[in-house]
């Protein structure tokens, strides 16, 4: 008996036709002028590829909120979701690298956004997620 040949791009595929497709976006907020722009451009981008995207940034700043309170806000919605996806420059970001750890130790699948917001790529594969 022979044993099945596995890839992640094949896992990839079957969660992408199973899931809810539920999809957290993980980018640099503190210290990024304008950023909620960033994250408005890469939902609508998830979302024309079928995704369900949750974004950190709604419903915005909430009075009495410290850093903290917003790591864990944004980790609570991370633990709904099936996918993360990352924003260019997320590599510079403490808060997007704390949840890009947690989502992979929680076997999630990694997305990234294209530099010029116009494509959705597996961030294992280097190449255009088939979506």
């Not at 993980?26 to 950023?35: D, E, F, W």
């Not at 998830?46 to 009075?63: C, I, M």
């Not at 420059?89 to 010029?116: F, R, W």
Request: charged share 30%.
């Amino acid at each position: 008996m022979t044993k099945p040949d596995y890839t992640y791009e094949a896992e990839m595929a079957e969660r992408l036709r199973n899931w809810n497709k539920r999809v957290y976006i993980a980018g640099p907020i503190t210290g990024v002028k304008g950023y909620t722009r960033h994250f408005e451009r890469a939902a609508k981008l998830l979302a024309s590829k079928g995704f369900d995207p949750v974004s950190p940034t709604e419903p915005g700043e909430v009075e009495g909120f410290e850093y903290r309170d917003y790591i864990n806000r944004g980790l609570r919605l991370l633990e709904e979701c099936e996918f993360i996806c990352m924003l260019p420059g997320s590599n510079k970001s403490k808060g997007a690298m704390l949840e890009l750890h947690y989502a992979t130790c929680c076997g999630l699948p990694v997305l990234q956004i294209s530099e010029d917001y116009e494509r959705v790529l597996g961030a294992t594969m280097n190449e255009e997620a088939r979506l």
